[in-house]
């Protein structure tokens, strides 16, 4: 794969597969065994393939570290993270994103060194089986979250190399199966299932957002650019830095042939023929020294900068701030859900407790009823007999 090899010259690259759910995206990425492997474990291959011919013809030692990590329902996990004990009800741990220098970071997303392909291959089942997946209508085991698998190809020089050198050269690779975009009408789904489509149409609708974005800003270069909503959903937020630091880019479509999906084949193929205009400069990962500058320049440089990372800072803190309060909202609004299914309850208790009473009084009074009106039977009987029994003897 080029784009594989493109890594040990610095360039980084993303792969991602996009269509409507059941159109074979996961199959695409990750594929079965033996010659049906999918495109994920075939890059591994030539990953370590390049690596073990690398080490054996130069001086350089090039390691590869991976991160396999979900985005489900706008919060992101860690796929190689320990499961949490179910029995306990322990909650899975959200990755927070930090954004520096206009890069995004994962926040305590683990990233493991493999030394081959297998174990590489082992790291990607052990993640694969923690992913969310449900079955619907359509899909017996459909992706209820997007992937992204990452790779990163980091060279050793031995002696000679000096960490902080600023000129090191790091490449990445990430490699994405995103969930396919559904409709409830055709899916039936309901509850937890609905929720998931929800975030996952809206995620993908916002990712064709930005690619509009950026294709009318590359075809109206002189007109004022028009705003990529980046920050509107977790996935796009990862996917920046690709965009916006000129990776080399794959969109793999996927489309059902099936004539019921023709609607969202259509769109599917609309948002490739858009990414397919998208033209990114090819740069590779190396930094190098900035020129000496003049006093003044150089205190205007310093300037803008700090007020840039100071703005950056502060927005970075706002969404956090906005995250943790929509966290907040959630939990006021179940806590509020459940007390009102508490009293709704209690009050039903109420009530039945209500009825019986009423119940055992009514039928206390309607026995008393009856005991009363025997008695004026028993009366107006005897009194009866009694004058038969009189005229008998008059008689």
């Given amino acids: 794969l080029p784009m594989v090899k493109g890594l040990f010259d610095g360039q980084n690259g993303l792969i991602f597969a996009y269509g409507p759910t059941n159109s074979g995206k996961t199959f695409t990425i990750q594929g079965d065994k033996g010659d049906k492997a999918g495109i994920l474990p075939r890059s591994l291959l030539t990953v370590f393939s390049e690596v073990d011919e690398r080490n054996a013809n ?50 305590g997303l683990r990233e493991l060194q493999v030394r081959n392909a297998e174990e590489a291959r082992q790291v990607l089942r052990y993640g694969a089986r923690h992913r969310q997946v449900a ?5 017996d085991v459909s992706s209820r979250s997007h992937s992204v698998f990452n790779i990163k190809l980091v060279p050793n020089r031995g002696s000679e190399t000096d960490p902080t050198d600023p000129s090191q050269v790091y490449s990445k690779l990430a490699i994405v199966d995103l969930a396919g975009s559904e409709r409830a009408l055709k899916t039936k789904a309901t509850g937890e299932r609905l929720k ?6 809206v995620s993908l609708m916002n990712l064709g957002r930005c690619l509009e974005a950026l294709r009318w800003n590359q075809i109206n270069p002189n007109r004022v650019a028009h705003v990529v909503p980046f920050r509107h959903s977790k996935l796009t937020r990862i996917f920046q830095d ?52 003049k006093k003044s320049e150089e205190a205007k440089v310093l300037e803008e900068p700090q007020v840039e990372v100071w703005e950056e800072v502060q927005v970075d803190d706002l969404i956090n701030e906005l995250e943790g309060l929509r966290a907040q909202v959630y939990q006021l609004e179940a806590k509020n859900a459940q007390l009102e299914a508490t009293v709704r309850e209690e009050v039903s208790e109420e009530m039945m407790k209500q009825m019986e009473e009423m119940e055992r009084a009514f039928q206390i009074r309607l026995e008393d009823e009856r005991i009363t009106t025997e008695q004026k039977f028993e009366r107006k009987l005897h009194i009866i007999t009694r004058e038969i029994s009189r005229r008998e003897e008059e008689v």
């Fill in 58 to 107: 130069s001086q350089e030692d090039w390691t590869v570290w991976v991160t396999f990590m979900e985005i489900y329902n706008e919060n992101v996990y860690d796929l190689l993270d320990v499961p949490p004990d179910k029995s306990k009800n322990e909650p899975r741990k959200v990755c927070k994103l930090k954004e520096h220098n206009g890069q995004v970071h994962i926040k």
């Fill in 135 to 139: 079955e619907t209508m359509m899909n």
């Fill in 196 to 201: 998931e489509a929800s975030n996952i149409n």
């Fill in 242 to 293: 690709h965009f916006l630091n000129a990776s080399k880019m794959v969109m793999i479509v996927a489309a059902n042939p099936n004539p019921s999906d023709f609607d969202e084949a259509r769109q599917a193929l609309t948002y490739g023929a858009i990414a397919k205009e998208i033209v990114v400069k090819k740069t590779m990962n190396t930094r190098k020294p900035l020129p000496a500058k």
